[in-house]
């Protein structure tokens, strides 16, 4: 059993290449499937369906009653704080997913906190099309949703709350780099000059290693009013139909997914587990970051099902065999905060954009 | 082409002597030394020729295929005829990508040779004292890769937290938006792109230099000559071919810059950035137009090639 | 047959130790020199300094140059995250056989581009200068195709040959042989020598400092060769050592020391390729076959 590492940069091309060349792995963990070789995956619904593994069925990519991809584990976006700072400016947070704040609530408090402590910005935000959908679905809005075949213009809400969100990155509370520029937003928040970072649960192992100079925590994502945050996968497992090795192949992503040993791979990984019922000790010792798997597993179980939609429309899409474009969430966002066109215009390109290869 | 970057390559323009005639022997004597003009030569480039078939010209064929024809990178390829290269010509993002490519190409060029000549000679002068240190210090940039100059670059001239605007600050003024104006950003990817591609440039160089015979400057100190007379008298009219290669080569690298932007500003702020590369890659590559994508490539390489004959027509008129 | 390779006394740069009136000269190259120096190292010195931060005290505010802790946590990081030892192997055959034969071909050509004359020679620059108009990822997919019909798939070599035609390279030793005088030529064709000869035993040793120049390039480019290897290659005992420094950049963040680390490692063996070729070139005295 020979495990090698791909760097994630050019993995999907790599993929792609390898299909071509006939000389695809026996199992990978991919970031996404490839309508190139979809075909050659073996179905994996014993697996799925095993009711010893109890896999969250809401993530599983099927077609035809054939499943074809198992994640490797769930990841949700998410808040976090400069514990540091809000102590600081003695201002108070909700640490309870079911008592969690509004948006207003949180702009308001950061904002006290910045100007007592004299910090830069309320809050860093991830540059990216999933995470920007946590906040239009807990703002009310639906997003962007696929209607029959093709993506159809989003309700008023969306349009407001994407218009709010370019009018905060104002260079007080928001800096304008991180969403014009690719400024990073996680070196930013680690400066400890920003008051609060909304990113995901990826980010929970890295700062508990690297995060030495102030002490921050997961917060409840704010809810204005809809309990949301944005679903989604790590990997997606999948095994090939490599003809000698097909069968080897199942019985390793079988073991995989046993519980005693997914538990372990979870467990190492920093993983939120995709399957439930499971006790998983994580080798942090920092209580921050145990406290914060606790609140994303929280957040995920109250979360309104909409949570689950961005991933599962490119899904549904790629099953069908449509060639997926990239998101232009990303740069139509960036071409409205940096004044280059209205939100109107903004939507209908994201809509055209996401419409283009269909 | 796996060329990694590209760089200045030495002057076609032609100033080879013609070999001499051949002394006329006797009628064999003539059609040996012919022979021998054209068989040598021929094996000479052999390697390159067969490289050059294999792999520019195979790949090129099939790209230049795509590009009439709507593929996606997976299944087949229908063709559509000239309908992509339409679509190109009447996308304004296109020209507004080209357009910052040629403002980027035209300061980067510029400020890259002064850059690297002028290193290249300090580095070959007999008055500069401490030079094999002085070399590795100019040569360490070009070795660090794109991803790394970003993060150094936004470290420097961040707009949030950078060295520059830090100091500004402490100075009493106004923190720089350097990435929010997207003049100041393009102008942080030039000083960027040059403090990189000195070191490639000046070993080009320093081999020139090294190359100008020194009875020359003997003669011009005699006649009285100072360091810059001998300089503009001497030095840049003996190495002019290499300065027109660097030149062109230069310009060509700049016109296809991408790694750079993307990791100093990711096109940025917005779009105002993009330059053609980039736009090839979001509009052709990233969303499985790759039909399109490759027609974009072409019009770029015709560009190119206007540029190249521009240049080199300018060589030879200089040089007449 | 002579050549002259060391010229006589009087045609040497002079020298100047010793004169006082070369001291405004020397303070006046050298600060001009260090000022630049300065300015060139500072980015490099502070990612080197970086790298030997604590992955905490990265990203702090205000800004540090010198590290509060030093460590080397990145770089042992950085040795074990991957099979460090045989990806640079690897990567130093790729880089040696290419750069081999990429002199080898270059020299052929810029030779032949150089001293002969022919309307076909022509086109064949034209050609050349052709190659480096297309933008990499255009190649890319065609490319893939040809070494997979040609069946270099997976392996070292479809690493290699595709990289050894550069325009660069031949253009280089083309404008070094144009500026050898055609007596030399002419002498060694009446001299009897067939002209292949010439080329190697007369023109090429003449050529060394060009070939030593053109090796630190080449020997640079492919050692930083990232997305090539990473589609060719398949089989990870043969992975180069930028797929491997690749591979600490996650897809949703990056473990700056480990990296910062890892780019350092990768850097060391090409400063010293450079420094030890550099240091010939530099003491070589090109200036070929110029006798009066």
């Known amino acids: ?358 | 082409m796996v060329d990694s970057d590209q760089r200045p390559r030495p002057s076609p323009g032609d100033s080879a002597d013609r070999p001499p005639e051949p002394i006329r022997r006797g009628p064999f004597t003539r059609v040996r030394r012919r022979n021998s003009y054209v068989l040598t030569p021929l094996l000479l480039i052999s390697a390159n020729l067969i490289l050059f078939a294999l792999f520019f010209i195979w790949p090129a064929a099939i790209g230049l295929y795509y590009s009439f024809t709507s593929y996606t990178g997976v299944g087949s390829a229908p063709p559509v005829g000239l309908q992509n290269y339409q679509n190109l010509f009447h996308d304004a993002d296109f020209y507004a990508a080209l357009l910052r490519t040629f403002v980027y190409a035209a300061c980067v060029v510029p400020t890259t040779f002064v850059a690297s000549l002028g290193v290249a000679y300090l580095l070959i002068s007999p008055y500069a004292k401490g030079k094999p240190l002085a070399r590795t210090i100019f040569f360490v940039p070009w070795l660090i890769s794109p991803i790394i100059a970003g993060v150094i670059w936004r470290w420097i001239f961040g707009e949030n937290f950078g060295l520059v605007n830090f100091i500004i600050i402490k100075l009493g003024g106004d923190a720089v938006p350097w990435q929010s104006n997207a003049n100041l950003s393009l102008i942080i990817v030039i000083i960027a792109a040059t403090w990189g591609n000195t070191a490639f440039n000046m070993l080009i160089f320093t081999a020139a230099l090294k190359n100008v015979p020194t009875a020359y400057y003997e003669a011009a100190e005699l006649d009285g000559a100072n360091a810059w007379q001998k300089f503009r008298r001497i030095t840049l009219p003996a190495i002019a071919p290499t300065s027109f290669i660097v030149i062109l080569l230069t310009t060509l690298g700049a016109m296809k810059e991408y790694p750079l932007f993307r990791a100093i500003n990711d096109g940025g702020p917005g779009t105002e950035n993009n330059l053609i590369v980039q736009y090839i890659y979001k509009t052709g590559f990233r969303n499985a137009h790759i039909g399109y994508a490759s027609a974009a490539s072409f019009v770029l390489m015709f560009i190119l090639m206007i540029i190249a004959g521009i240049q080199l027509m300018i060589n030879r008129r200089r040089e007449s | 047959m002579t050549v002259a390779t060391r010229k006589p006394p009087e045609l040497r740069r002079p020298r100047t130790s010793g004169k006082t009136g070369d001291l405004p000269r020397k303070v006046f190259s050298s600060s001009i020199m260090w000022l630049l120096a300065v300015v060139y190292g500072f980015p490099a010195l502070w990612f080197v300094l970086s790298s030997l931060k604590p992955a905490g005290d990265l990203f702090t505010y205000p800004l540090t140059l010198l590290p509060k802790h030093f460590t080397f946590s990145g770089y042992t990081q950085a040795w074990s995250s991957f099979n460090f030892a045989q990806y640079f192997l690897n990567t130093l055959i790729v880089a040696t056989a290419a750069t081999l034969l990429t002199i080898l071909a270059s020299a052929a050509s810029g030779y032949a581009l150089a001293k002969y004359n022919s309307w076909w020679l022509k086109g064949f620059t034209i050609c050349i200068i052709a190659t480096t108009m297309l933008p990499g990822e255009t190649l890319l997919t065609p490319l893939f195709l040809v070494i997979r019909d040609l069946g270099l798939y997976n392996s070292l070599a479809g690493v290699v040959v595709p990289a050894v035609i550069t325009a660069t390279g031949t253009f280089m030793f083309r404008q070094f042989f144009v500026t050898v005088p055609n007596d030399l030529l002419e002498q060694a064709r009446i001299d009897g020598s067939s002209e292949l000869a010439i080329f190697l035993r007369i023109m090429l040793p003449l050529a060394r400092p060009i070939m030593l120049t053109l090796a630190i390039i080449s020997f640079q480019w492919r050692w930083n060769d990232y997305l090539w290897p990473l589609v060719i290659l398949n089989d990870p005992h043969q992975f180069t050592l930028q797929i491997g420094v690749a591979s600490i950049v996650g897809a949703q963040n990056v473990n700056w020391s480990v990296l910062l680390g890892a780019s350092v490692l990768s850097m060391i063996p090409l400063v010293a390729i450079y420094l030890i070729f550099q240091k010939y070139v530099m003491n070589a005295d090109i200036n070929a076959g110029l006798k009066d």
């Open chain 1, 1 to 358: 059993m020979e495990i090698v590492n791909i760097p994630n940069d050019g993995y999907q091309d790599k993929l792609k290449q390898a299909a071509q060349a006939n000389s695809l792995p026996d199992t990978a963990s991919v970031p996404s499937l490839d309508n190139l070789w979809v075909n050659q995956l073996q179905d994996l619904s014993s697996i799925a369906n095993a009711p010893a593994n109890n896999i969250n069925k809401n993530l599983i990519t099927a077609k035809d009653n054939k499943v074809l991809a198992i994640p490797s584990d769930v990841t949700a976006a998410g808040l976090f704080i400069n514990k540091s700072l809000f102590d600081k400016a003695k201002v108070s947070y909700p640490t309870d997913p079911s008592q969690t704040w509004t948006w207003d609530q949180f702009l308001a408090a950061t904002d006290k906190v910045r100007t007592a402590t004299k910090s830069k910005y309320d809050l860093v935000y991830d540059n990216s099309p999933a995470r920007i959908r946590a906040w239009v679905y807990t703002r009310g809005g639906k997003g962007f949703q696929l209607s029959g075949d093709k993506f159809a213009a989003p309700d008023a809400t969306t349009v407001q709350a994407l218009s709010d969100f370019a009018k905060i990155n104002n260079d007080v509370i928001m800096p304008k780099s991180v969403w014009t520029s690719g400024a990073d937003p996680n070196a930013l928040f680690k400066s400890g000059q920003v008051v609060a970072y909304y990113s995901g649960v990826w980010q929970v192992a890295d700062f508990a290693d690297s995060i030495t100079n102030f002490e921050w925590v997961s917060a409840p994502t704010p809810a204005q009013p809809v309990h949301a945050t944005d679903i989604n996968l790590g990997g997606k497992v999948v095994a090939f139909n490599n003809s000698k090795t097909a069968a080897a192949a199942k019985q390793w992503v079988d073991f995989l997914y046993q519980p005693a040993n997914y538990t372990k791979l979870a467990s190492a990984n920093g993983y939120l587990p995709i399957e439930s019922g499971l006790t998983l000790t994580y080798p942090f010792t920092k209580k921050a970051a145990l406290d914060s798997f606790a609140l994303y597993n929280k957040e995920i179980s109250l979360a309104d099902p909409l949570s689950y939609s961005g991933q599962a429309n490119q899904t549904k899409l790629l099953l069908d065999g449509k060639a997926t474009s990239e998101d232009p969430t990303k740069v139509e966002m960036a071409k409205l905060i940096n004044g280059q066109q209205d939100v109107q215009k903004t939507v209908d390109n994201i809509v055209s954009g996401l419409n283009a290869g269909l």
